[in-house]
């Protein structure tokens, strides 16, 4: 730990300095000798129990753990800021040719659906849209407007791929 972050931390009460700790990517201290304090590397699956074993732990004095250490923890819901999706569309209206298949590629992260909105525009209404999209309150004139939840590959703290055919999943 730097130096400047360990004198910072030194009049602290125990609340905020584990704050800080764990701001900084720190395993935050125990408040007193017998408070075990673990530091995981990875991230757990939401809403699940989870065991945790020591054995054969010698402390510094060589003494052996006299009967394995067991713990279960049971993680919370997931926040629902720690879901994402990323879709290669860099706009926010996209034109594609009508004589080809719209293909979407979505990677997603802790996501169990993912939510689709299109609006089917010819000319006229794509030009109304142009012209007005910036406007309070404006809404496309589309030919067909289509909402739709999508069904995504979930893997938790994993990047899962999917691909979807608008015209064939969507509309």
């Not at 400047?4 to 408040?31: F, I, T």
């Not at 404006?138 to 590959?153: G, I, N, R, W, Y």
Request: glycine letters at 4%; one cysteine or more.
């Amino acid at each position: 730990m730097p130096w400047d972050l360990q004198k910072s931390l030194e009049s602290l009460p125990l609340d905020q300095k584990n704050k800080k700790l764990v701001e900084s990517g720190y395993c935050p201290e125990g408040d007193d000798v017998n408070t075990f304090v673990y530091a995981i590397d990875q991230r757990l699956t939401p809403e699940t129990s989870t065991t945790f074993q020591l054995q054969n732990v010698v402390d510094e004095y060589g003494e052996k753990l006299p009967t394995p250490f067991s713990q279960t923890v049971k993680t919370g819901p997931l926040n629902p800021n720690d879901q994402y999706a990323y879709i290669g569309l860099n706009n926010e209206v996209n034109v594609y040719p009508a004589n080809v298949p719209l293909v979407l590629n979505f990677q997603s992260v802790n996501a169990k659906t993912l939510k689709i909105e299109v609006c089917e525009l010819d000319d006229a209404g794509y030009l109304d849209y142009t012209l007005h999209e910036y406007n309070d309150g404006f809404t496309p004139k589309c030919l067909s407007h289509v909402q739709k939840d999508l069904p995504a590959k979930l893997a938790y703290w994993k990047t899962s791929n999917q691909r979807y055919d608008v015209e064939k999943d969507v509309l």
